[in-house]
């Protein structure tokens, strides 16, 4: 996985979760938020993500549907979960949530972030 360019490095692997109507990977948020310039804090008695880059404010909470991008409800395709203590997301909406996009190489297997 890329961004911008640069090899991202997950202490987590990221999940490919298949169900009957698509295909979701999983990927550590606090990674790629970071990696976009975003500041995160978890509160663990809510199980609630929040990052904040610029004016922009995210807010997941594990194991639901409908995160908040600048207070909007979205749907998200997986609820994000927990493994080994990361808190994994699907890839398009930690991504996308800062305005950045994604795409996939066939080719080379290999997701392209792009900020």
Avoid: C, Y
Avoid at 51 to 59: E, F, L, S, T, W
Wanted: glycine share 6%.
């Amino acid at each position: 996985m890329l961004l911008d360019g640069q090899r991202l490095a997950f202490d987590v692997p990221p999940l490919v979760v298949n169900d009957t109507q698509s295909t979701t990977i999983l990927v550590p948020l606090r990674v790629i938020f970071e990696a976009l310039g975003a500041n995160i804090d978890w509160n663990q008695k809510t199980m609630t993500v929040t990052a904040i880059k610029g004016d922009n404010i995210i807010k997941l909470v594990v194991g639901d549907t409908s995160p908040t991008v600048n207070g909007l409800a979205v749907t998200i395709s997986h609820p994000g979960i927990i493994v080994d203590g990361r808190t994994l997301v699907p890839l398009r909406f930690v991504s996308e949530a800062f305005g950045a996009s994604v795409n996939w190489d066939n080719a080379t297997f290999t997701v392209t972030i792009k900020s």
